[in-house]
């Protein structure tokens, strides 16, 4: 059974989003520990400039409209599978 990938991020200014909250599942895809992964912002996490950029203008505009967005989104995890976001 597929764990879905479950995480809590803290709105900052300057279009930046910190980890508050994470489950096993998400850590797992980045391949650390969920304590590694607390308190570390996208930038942090993210060492994909192009995907950073996307995701930061995905969450962005969450905030402004308050709005759910569904999309897939090309990031890799360690078995090099594309994962799907909700946001």
Sequence with gaps: ??????FLLRVEPDN???????????ASFFGA?????????LG????DPELLA??????QHV??????SHYEEAATDRDQQTQDFDT
């Design 1 to 6: 059974a597929m764990t879905d990938h479950v």
């Design 16 to 26: 930046r989003f910190r980890l508050v909250a994470t489950n096993t599942a998400m």
């Design 33 to 41: 520990s969920k304590e590694q992964m607390l308190n570390q912002e």
């Design 44 to 47: 942090e996490l993210l060492s």
């Design 54 to 59: 996307r995701i930061r203008q995905r969450y």
């Design 63 to 68: 905030v402004e409209t308050r709005t759910v």
